[in-house]
């Protein structure tokens, strides 16, 4: 029996590969991952070294639907990062649409794509705007009560960080929903 060595693949070709398996072009991954085109080509002819910024490689691994631990030049952050529930929840429905990352992301305008690839990554928190949550909605084919309370658990964490005790006013917080709640779920019938 022969025993195979296992060669590491450098970072750079296994972005290469994942570009030519999804017949994405250079300039739609930069925009994806909020770099130059120029910075892609030197990324993947090994005219400049792989990045070690973070950022860049999680956004990359994020546009790859890899953990960043798969590229050699990631080095773990300190802090964990907390994925909000939300954004599990539309991972969830990427991948019950049988999505990958790229196609949900090519739903979206282009200047809008490195943010939708920051909420996911958990670097950004979801929209606050609910227009915006609704068109992740209806690319993910989400019926509009799961869009709803969405934005109501966004509205909730921002009504709590601006200082807003949400327990003791929770009469009037949940008056402020439901009255929400019945003009949204109007307007989009």
């Not at 590491?8 to 770099?35: C, W, Y």
């Not at 130059?36 to 546009?63: K, W």
């Not at 990631?74 to 991972?91: N, S």
Request: charged residues 30%.
């Amino acid at each position: 029996m022969k025993i195979r060595q296992i060669i590491p693949q450098k970072s750079s070709e296994k972005v290469a590969e994942f570009l030519t398996k999804n017949a994405l072009h250079k300039r739609d991954f930069a925009e994806m991952i909020g770099v130059t085109l120029s910075y892609v080509y030197n990324l993947i002819d090994e005219t400049v070294p792989f990045s070690t910024r973070g950022t860049t490689i999680e956004r990359i691994a994020t546009v790859m639907d890899v953990a960043p631990e798969e590229f050699e030049e990631y080095k773990i952050p300190q802090e964990p990062i907390l994925v909000d529930e939300a954004v599990e929840t539309v991972r969830d429905y990427i991948k019950e649409n049988k999505f990958s990352v790229v196609s949900f992301l090519k739903a979206f305008p282009r200047k809008k794509r490195v943010d939708i690839v920051d909420i996911l990554r958990g670097a950004l928190p979801m929209p606050i705007d609910f227009r915006e949550i609704s068109l992740i909605g209806k690319t993910l084919n989400m019926p509009q009560e799961e869009v709803y309370s969405i934005w109501e658990m966004r509205m909730r964490q921002v009504l709590e960080s601006a200082g807003m005790n949400i327990y003791s006013n929770s009469q009037i917080v949940n008056s402020m929903f439901e009255c929400a709640k019945k003009e949204i779920l109007k307007l989009n019938k």
